[in-house]
């Protein structure tokens, strides 16, 4: 199984407004953290995130989170090399 491309080792912080986001998996699109087609020619695909109402979220930016789109601290024991 491929490995998800690391886009940043912290996650993204972002007011979002209600409605559907489709969050990268990837990690290689240029509008992170949300999916732009780069997964064309992986075995990813994006997830998606529907908000009912205006909210902060902590977006994954490692890729490797057991809690899929939001950060659960896994980049925190990542290693360097990765």
């Given at each position: ?13 972002l ?5 559907d ?26 997830l ?30 990542l290693?360097?090399s990765?």
């Amino acid at each position: 199984m491929e490995q998800p491309v690391i886009a940043q080792r912290s996650p993204y912080g972002l007011e979002l407004e209600p409605g559907d986001y489709f969050w990268c998996r990837c990690g290689q699109s240029a509008r992170q953290p949300f999916c732009d087609g780069s997964h064309k020619d992986t075995e990813f695909t994006p997830l998606k995130l529907s908000l009912s109402e205006a909210a902060k979220v902590w977006l994954c930016g490692c890729k490797r989170t057991a809690g899929a789109p939001y950060c659960d601290g896994t980049h925190n024991s990542l290693p360097e090399s990765e």
